[in-house]
């Protein structure tokens, strides 16, 4: 089984401050983690995954995350918050590629002016 | 990329009507696709598996004469919320995996937009 715990239903940054948005994982075998961003009645838009590869992940609108074994990490983050990237956060852990994901219970990024 | 269309964005209905939703596939054929449900400021989860060509595989606790799946071709599945009741109210959210060798573009889910259900 396998289950992601996002820590923080609420982060509240000002503009141009760094973006940290924590998820830890639990599975049973090397997992495919992923971060989702999700935008008011919008579906879901892939920021970056893990699949093994570079335990660095580089995703689009500048964010990145980086894959922790040791901790069982995958923190998101970003070095300067723009408006534009207040929304809803998913993190997810999946068991092989392309198969059901489990999400986390979401973190909301408020960006102040 | 791979585009997933979900349609009725928005639905409405009165008590004890069905209402259906697609999922569309628009440029990849899906064999598998997932429907999720998420409530207000809360997590996705997992309703069902939809394999195309057999029944569809529920979680615990769906109920599946409620939620009727269906997976008929490559790029279409429905979802049929039968005798809807307002507690049905949610944003559906489906998602396909588009087949292929693994490290390739389809180890990725792709999402629909979601559909929003309000039953009066």
């Known amino acids: 089984a396998q289950s992601v715990t996002q820590l923080g239903s609420h982060v509240s940054v000002s503009e141009g401050a760094l973006v940290l948005l924590r998820c830890n994982y639990s599975?049973?075998?090397?997992?495919?983690l992923f971060w989702y961003v999700q935008y008011p009645n919008q579906g879901l838009q892939l920021l970056l995954k893990?699949?093994?590869?570079?335990?660095l992940v580089k995703g689009i609108n500048g964010f990145e995350a980086e894959f922790k074994k040791s901790e069982t990490s995958f923190h998101l983050t970003k070095p300067s918050a723009h408006m534009s990237d207040a929304a809803e956060y998913f993190c997810?852990?999946?068991?092989?590629?392309?198969?059901?994901?489990?999400f986390g219970e979401g973190t909301q990024l408020t960006v102040n002016p | 990329g791979a585009v997933v269309s979900q349609h009725p964005s928005w639905v409405i209905c009165k008590s004890g009507t069905s209402v259906k939703i697609e999922c569309r596939s628009l440029?990849?054929?899906?064999?598998?696709m997932f429907w999720y449900r998420q409530f207000p400021k809360q997590s996705l989860m997992l309703m069902a598996t939809?394999?195309?060509?057999?029944?569809?595989?529920?979680e615990q606790g769906v109920e599946k004469d409620k939620f009727l799946i269906n997976h008929a071709s490559l790029t279409l599945s429905t979802l049929t919320v039968t005798s809807a009741h307002p507690e049905d109210s949610s944003f559906y959210i489906c998602?396909?995996?588009?087949?292929?060798?693994?490290?390739?573009?389809?180890?990725?889910?792709?999402f629909g937009a979601g559909s929003r259900l309000t039953v009066l």
């Open positions: 998602s396909a995996r588009a087949p292929g060798p693994p490290l390739s573009g389809a180890n990725v889910l792709t």
């Open positions: 599975s049973s075998v090397p997992p495919y």
């Open positions: 440029d990849f054929q899906a064999t598998t």
């Open positions: 893990y699949t093994s590869a570079a335990t």
């Open positions: 939809s394999n195309e060509g057999s029944k569809a595989t529920y």
């Open positions: 997810a852990v999946s068991l092989a590629s392309g198969s059901r994901l489990t």
